[in-house]
């Protein structure tokens, strides 16, 4: 039954994941996002699934490419250097078309960094920090209620596409508390199940053995790995259409567009309003999903605007793909702090004022 | 009518092999499925074989089975037996793969007590990449990374698995089997059978190493590699049952 709870941001994500379906979890302790695998080692025994600490998060992802490639719907979650460190399997899985819901809970860099909010994985999550050329729809929420959403239907998503989903939250959406309203729990698959939901799944064949299935990402001759990367790219071209998602307000005729996702686009929202008690009127583009990244919503900037600003928790990441979107049609300029610091919606407004004045 | 005396395992696919001449992963290929087909589980099995020669494993044994990233074999198998209790599930991995890119793995996995075996190839050398120093490469043995020979100075002493496995006590069954004559390979069969009861049991994680040839690497022919495994790997990792469950009452150990 759907039910309106104030949680915290990491504890609403796991209990999402598990009412999507979600019945395996691997992972590994680290910082802004430990609660999840904590309330998943509470949680998931009790209502007939599987959590794991694995020895590192090399460790995590494999034991949910096994567990994604026996048919199991997984789900797991680390931040920015953990996700880094999953990268090797997250291009396994993608080549080999094993379905899995990740988040990153992301924190600042590069190295360790701090564990303060950051969004300077964009590049990570969007371009594929593993080896290959493959893709992995990002999930850009802006409220603890749209992650839960999100997550609930990522496992189907997941499965439709075969190939990792990831939700991409910023370390204050794991650790500040919202009123959500979480949906139905989904009904877990029985492992007797699986072989007939998904018949790629290695399970052991039973007595047919015409039906062994191989779950595999090897291709040693290179006409064959050409074949399979492009019938990839074929999937992933139909994701690009189907998938996007955008949020767009007032860019029709707006002085400037301010370009944000997840917690900065809720600053913007707020930064937008001081803004216009300043006589300046300004838009925004929220993209929802980073790939497919919402190129074509630049489209709908109207002659009135002056300039372009991509806000973001990052040194211009976000920007690149606002500079794609936008062409040389306007300029695009950049607001950002990185580290962990987050602007205020006053310092974001004022810092957009002044770029405005500059380009009028 | 003749009665045949010898058929093909129905474990392995009838494909032309692609290891080299005098390599034993045939054997242990055929020593697990035959073993798998008497037990009648061979469409309730799910083997993991991650890179190296390893990774072709797929290809010739009749069994579901998936690839793994270098090393991570047994993570993967972890998730696995997560999913499917009720399967026999093992990893194929050779000496570089588990003792050196894959220590983390294997050591957890064993730790854990994960319910799965893990047959380790040792052939004291890399083989698909072309004869480097494997963790398991003995003092003095020259390798393309080792060309004057492994010394303990530069490279330190050779790991011996199967005793480093066996102080964990989520390892209930550590054996070290030899393929270099027909006695060890009986021998080794025994133990692959061995291995697989325990998991079916729920004992614990069971481990069984295989001292095994590289004629290629090794830059020998397939009969001096028998007599070299013979020679040099035995004296320094002995065979035999390092590990094994309790007694059950009134049973006799192996």
Same mark, same amino acid.
């Given at each position: 039954m759907s039910e309106k709870v104030l949680m915290k941001g990491n504890e609403a994500f796991a209990e999402a994941a598990i009412r999507g379906g979600c019945r395996f979890y691997f992972g590994y302790p680290i910082t802004p996002q430990s609660e999840i695998p904590e309330f998943m080692s509470r949680e998931l025994p009790k209502r007939g699934g599987t959590f794991l600490q694995a020895e590192s998060e090399l460790g995590a992802i494999n034991m949910a490419y096994g567990a994604g490639a026996a048919g199991g719907s997984v789900f797991i979650s680390s931040s920015s250097p953990g996700i880094a460190l999953m990268q090797e399997g997250m291009s396994f899985l993608c080549s080999a078309e094993v379905p899995l819901v990740a988040l990153n809970v992301s924190r600042g860099? *590069?190295?360790?960094?701090?564990i303060q909010p950051g969004q300077a994985d964009y590049n990570q999550v969007t371009r594929g920090g593993g080896n290959g050329d493959y893709k992995i729809p990002v999930l850009a929420p802006a409220s603890i209620q749209e992650a839960v959403d999100m997550l609930y239907e990522a496992a189907e998503l997941a499965r439709k596409w075969q190939n990792p989903i990831m939700v991409f939250a910023d370390g204050i959406m794991g650790q500040m508390m919202e009123p959500v309203i979480l949906p139905e729990q989904k009904p877990f698959t029985d492992a007797s199940d699986i072989r007939a939901e998904?018949?790629?799944?290695?399970?052991g064949y039973g007595?047919?053995?015409?039906t062994k299935n191989v779950v595999k990402s090897l291709r040693m001759q290179p006409d064959d790995l050409e074949r399979h990367v492009e019938y990839l790219f074929e999937k992933y071209d139909r994701a690009e259409k189907e998938l996007v998602r955008v949020e767009t307000q007032?860019?029709?005729?707006?002085d400037i567009v301010l370009v944000a996702f997840g917690t900065v686009a809720r600053i913007a929202r707020e930064a937008i309003e001081i803004l216009a008690e300043r006589g300046i009127k300004a838009g925004l583009i929220r993209p929802i999903t980073l790939w497919p990244? *919402?190129?074509?919503?630049?489209?709908?900037?109207?002659?009135?605007?002056?300039v372009v600003i991509s806000a973001e928790l990052s040194m211009g990441q976000l920007m690149q793909d606002v500079k794609l979107g936008v062409g040389k049609r306007l300029p695009v300029k950049l607001i950002n702090r990185t580290g962990g610091m987050i602007p205020t919606s006053l310092e974001l407004a004022d810092r957009a004022e002044k770029i405005y004045k500059e380009v009028k | 009518m003749a009665t045949p005396v010898f058929e093909y395992t129905k $474990?392995?696919?009838?494909v032309d092999t692609?290891? /080299?001449?005098? /390599?034993t992963h045939g054997i242990a290929h055929r020593l697990i499925t035959e073993t798998l087909d008497e037990m009648g589980m061979l469409g309730n099995a799910i083997g993991v074989a991650p890179i190296? /020669? &390893?990774?072709?494993a797929h290809k010739f044994m009749n069994v579901d089975m998936c690839e793994a990233a270098h090393g991570r074999a047994p993570a993967v198998a972890s998730g696995i037996r997560r999913v499917h209790p009720d399967k026999l599930v093992y990893t194929y991995q050779g000496d570089g793969d588990l003792a050196s890119i894959g220590t983390a793995e294997i050591v957890h996995a064993a730790a854990r007590g994960e319910k799965f075996t893990t047959f380790f190839i040792n052939n004291c050398i890399y083989g698909m990449t072309g004869g480097q120093m494997a963790p398991t490469t003995l003092i003095g043995q020259k390798s %393309? %990374? &080792?060309?004057d020979g492994r010394t303990k100075e530069q490279a330190g002493n050779p790991i011996r698995v199967s005793e480093l496995l066996s %102080?964990?006590? $989520?390892?209930?069954y550590v054996e070290r089997v030899a393929l270099n004559t027909p006695a060890n390979i009986r021998k080794a069969k025994a133990a692959v059978r061995r291995a697989f009861e325990i998991q079916r049991q729920g004992l614990g994680f069971t481990f069984i190493e295989f001292l095994s040839t590289c004629p290629t690497n090794w830059g020998v022919t397939p009969p001096d590699a028998m007599k070299w495994l013979t020679d040099n790997m035995l004296p320094y990792y002995p065979l035999g049952v390092y590990k094994q469950p309790e007694k059950q009452d009134g049973e006799v150990a192996k």
């Open positions: 860099g *590069p190295g360790i960094g701090g998904r018949p790629w799944a290695i399970t007595d047919d053995d015409t007032d860019i029709e005729d707006a990244f *919402p190129y074509d919503a630049f489209d709908g900037i109207g002659d009135r605007t002056k | $474990g392995m696919h009838r692609n290891f /080299c001449p005098g /390599c190296g /020669c &390893s990774v072709q %393309t %990374t &080792s060309q %102080t964990l006590d $989520g390892a209930v």
